[in-house]
């Protein structure tokens, strides 16, 4: 089992930088792919990106490929989050989530979710 916290977000404006980290406890976090997503108010929550186990592979939504930036360092058990160019759109409480499962876009095969941290980007 593992529990994740997120910290990081906060309010920005359009076209600033933000970067989220996730802290997660136990001695397994190598075991784990580790994805982001996030919720607007009254929006499904929306995958963002992923991270492989040894941090060779990333994948991302299209809607923020080439601006947002996932990473992780195992020694640290923690994967963050470089948000580049953030846009209004991007608005959102963000999540981390952990699966002993593939690498997948899908909310529902994330084993451990954290609480959430609120971004707000003002135009």
């Known amino acids: 089992q593992v529990q994740l916290v997120e910290s990081g977000g906060g309010l920005v404006q359009a076209g600033g930088s933000l970067r989220l980290s996730c802290a997660a406890s136990g001695r397994t976090f190598n075991n784990y792919v580790m994805g982001w997503f996030r919720q607007a108010p009254g929006k499904e929550r929306e995958f963002v990106g992923y991270i492989s186990r040894s941090g060779d592979s990333t994948s991302y939504a299209d809607s923020v490929k080439g601006r947002f930036t996932i990473s992780r360092d195992n020694a640290k058990n923690t994967v963050y989050l470089q948000m580049n160019s953030l846009k209004p759109e991007d608005t959102a409480v963000y999540y981390c989530?952990?699966?002993?499962?593939?690498?997948?876009?899908?909310?529902?095969?994330?084993?451990?979710w954290g609480q959430g941290t609120q971004v707000t980007v003002s135009s």
């Open positions: 989530a952990a699966t002993t499962w593939i690498a997948t876009t899908l909310a529902r095969h994330y084993n451990y």
